[in-house]
């Protein structure tokens, strides 16, 4: 759910804001009020996005309302909304990963090749979520210990972790536990019509959401991302937090890739390319901000749905599969200059009324 704070300010090492945070600049008055401001949740726009379009493809092709097709769009979007939950804590402490789909990617072929290899298959998959929190941290000791940028750091290992995967795997299709298989039963089956991978998307909803509003990792990634000298300096650790949440996001990669193993039942080299990009924009118009601070779990796992309706309602308009890309750019593009827009029209409004 959506979070927002105001920015950390100097104080006794902790959690907590300080309560010089709150006394300047007009007062407790206005402490609040901006506190109100800040901590409206705004995924309810994406959310009512998402049904308008699911009617309007619907009303012109009722088949699009069938509860199968919906379904199947929930589990093509699952994988890219896993992968945009653990982007949103990224992004609200102004940090970005562009390597998640390589990591994707390479954990689906590691949970592959060690089923192949005759390991049970439910331990290959923990130890593909393991991998993939390992491979978060590699992410976060370049940032830490080489002091760079993560777009700089993740985009190298994006092609590093693309690289090894199309090493290990010859370039070719890596079949995964068989279809009788419990493992494939369980996580490609369906629990009353809904698919598993859509339940595992609401339950890390649900997990991550609590841990961002409600425990103090995710009072520092907020806080951190608000004013990162002021948390550092009011006893933040951040380089800490920084690598915490790297992990997060790669251990989100991995269980994107056991699910894929689970539901497709083999692993491709390409799988993943361009998943990066397709999870911020997903958190983004969520309602997770690019300038830190704020961010919505929820929001981004719907943003993902978003994404998802459009591409699967291509097909039902008789559009040309070349042009999903420039479709799914628009939509990028417009549901992030309206989110733009209106938060301008409420910082104006708000700011005025502070003032009266």
């Not at 309810?44 to 379904?71: E, K, N, P, S, W």
């Not at 393991?130 to 210990?145: D, E, K, M, T």
Request: charged share 10%; with cysteine; aromatic share 6%.
């Amino acid at each position: 759910m959506h979070e927002t704070i105001p920015s950390a300010s100097a104080g006794a090492p902790g959690d907590r804001p300080p309560p010089a945070a709150t006394a300047t600049g007009g007062g407790p008055g206005r402490a609040r009020a901006t506190v109100r401001l800040l901590g409206r949740q705004d995924y309810a726009g994406v959310l009512l996005a998402t049904i308008v379009l699911v009617l309007v493809i619907g009303a012109f092709d009722h088949r699009f309302f069938q509860f199968g097709q919906l379904m199947n769009i929930l589990s093509q979007s699952s994988y890219i909304g896993i992968l945009a939950c653990g982007m949103a804590f990224l992004l609200a402490m102004r940090e970005l990963d562009l390597s998640v789909g390589s990591v994707y990617a390479l954990t689906a072929l590691t949970c592959a090749l060690l089923a192949e290899q005759g390991l049970d298959p439910w331990l290959s998959g923990l130890l593909a979520i393991v991998v993939g929190g390992l491979l978060g941290l590699v992410n976060a000791l370049l940032i830490q210990y080489f002091a760079l940028p993560s777009i700089v750091a993740t985009l190298a290992t994006l092609s590093l972790y693309r690289g090894l995967t199309l090493a290990l795997s010859s370039g070719t299709q890596v079949l995964g536990p068989p279809i009788d298989d419990p493992f494939s039963k369980v996580l490609g089956g369906f629990v009353l019509g809904v698919p598993v991978t859509g339940i595992v998307l609401v339950v890390v909803c649900a997990v991550l959401t609590l841990v961002l509003r409600s425990t103090p990792f995710g009072y520092r990634v907020r806080s951190i991302g608000s004013n990162p000298e002021a948390a550092q300096f009011s006893g933040i650790p951040v380089a800490r937090v920084r690598m915490q949440t790297m992990v997060l996001s790669g251990a989100l990669g991995g269980l994107a890739g056991v699910l894929t193993i689970g539901y497709f039942g083999s692993s491709d080299p390409n799988i993943g390319t361009g998943y990066e990009l397709l999870a911020i924009a997903a958190a983004v118009i969520g309602g997770t901000s690019l300038r830190g601070g704020r961010a919505s779990v929820v929001g981004a796992a719907l943003g993902s749905l978003l994404l998802g309706v459009v591409g699967s309602g291509l097909a039902y308009f008789s559009v040309p599969i070349n042009w999903n890309q420039f479709a799914t750019g628009a939509v990028i593009l417009a549901a992030v200059s309206i989110d733009s827009v209106v938060r301008r029209r409420r910082g104006a409004r708000a700011g005025a009324g502070v003032q009266i």
